[in-house]
T-cell receptor, first 116, second 111 residues
Framework: GAVVSQHPSRVICKSGTSVKIECRSLDFQATTMFWYRQFPKQSLMLMATSNEGSKATYEQGVEKDKFLINHASLTLSTLTVTSAHPEDSSFYIC????????????FGPGTRLTVL | RKEVEQDPGPFNVPEGATVAFNCTYSNSASQSFFWYRQDCRKEPKLLMSVYSSGNEDGRFTAQLNRASQYISLLIRDSKLSDSATYLCVVPFGGGYNKLIFGAGTRLAVHP
């Protein structure tokens, strides 16, 4: 149990376009979802925490108007990178936890974004 | 001092070797800790949780030293499939909402 999926797994886009990434909990209800970003050879950095039905809480230095997060249901959260630029190229990973995960966070397979 | 620090490695060891990684953390109030494994270009996967002095699972042993604020991961009888980056993770704050990830220690096991 506790499977998290992400879509798409890889996306290449032109500078200035917006990209939406979906994160789904497949076999549990995710009360909280987290969005991380990982640059090459660096550790995962938490971008934001979202609770179902509430506004996301962003970490310091993460622009909420650029990284739009929606967590409208207990199984789906979306991250939209608006007006993407080459410096936004990174590995974006979501994680989720719920009442049945014992406090643990389970990670999706990640989305590799390349902005040209 | 960084919140979570790890030796980046790489550790290059032959099959069958025993290897140990250390991780130091700055928040003395942290109560639990995790080791995750991350393969290249993949998501992290939970390897072990450490809640008290240590934990053992087969060839893997995690130990916690609260006085010195470090956690170690010992891998015995290394396999080729153990090659990966090992991430030390410390929850921050109540409710385990925020996980602080170390940069990881890279292990390469060779024949």
């Amino acid at each position: 149990g506790a499977v998290v999926s992400q879509h798409p797994s890889r996306v290449i886009c032109k500078s200035g376009t917006s990209v939406k990434i979906e994160c789904r909990s497949l076999d549990f209800q995710a009360t909280t979802m987290f969005w991380y970003r990982q640059f090459p050879k660096q550790s995962l950095m938490l971008m934001a925490t979202s609770n179902e039905g509430s506004k996301a809480t962003y970490e310091q230095g993460v622009e909420k108007d650029k990284f739009l997060i929606n967590h409208a249901s207990l199984t789906l959260s979306t991250l939209t990178v608006t007006s993407a630029h080459p410096e936004d190229s990174s590995f974006y990973i979501c994680s989720a936890r719920g009442w049945t995960t014992g406090g643990g966070q389970f990670f999706g397979p990640g989305t590799r974004l390349t902005v040209l | 001092r960084k919140e979570v620090e790890q030796d980046p490695g790489p550790f290059n060891v032959p099959e069958g070797a025993t290897v140990a990684f250390n991780c130091t953390y700055s928040n003395s109030a942290s109560q639990s800790f995790f080791w995750y494994r991350q393969d290249c270009r993949k998501e992290p996967k939970l390897l072990m949780s450490v809640y008290s002095s240590g934990n053992e699972d087969g060839r893997f042993t995690a130990q916690l030293n609260r006085a010195s604020q470090y956690i170690s991961l010992l891998i015995r009888d290394s396999k080729l499939s153990d090659s990966a980056t090992y991430l030390c993770v410390v929850p921050f704050g109540g409710g385990y909402n925020k996980l602080i990830f170390g940069a990881g220690t890279r292990l390469a096991v060779h024949p």
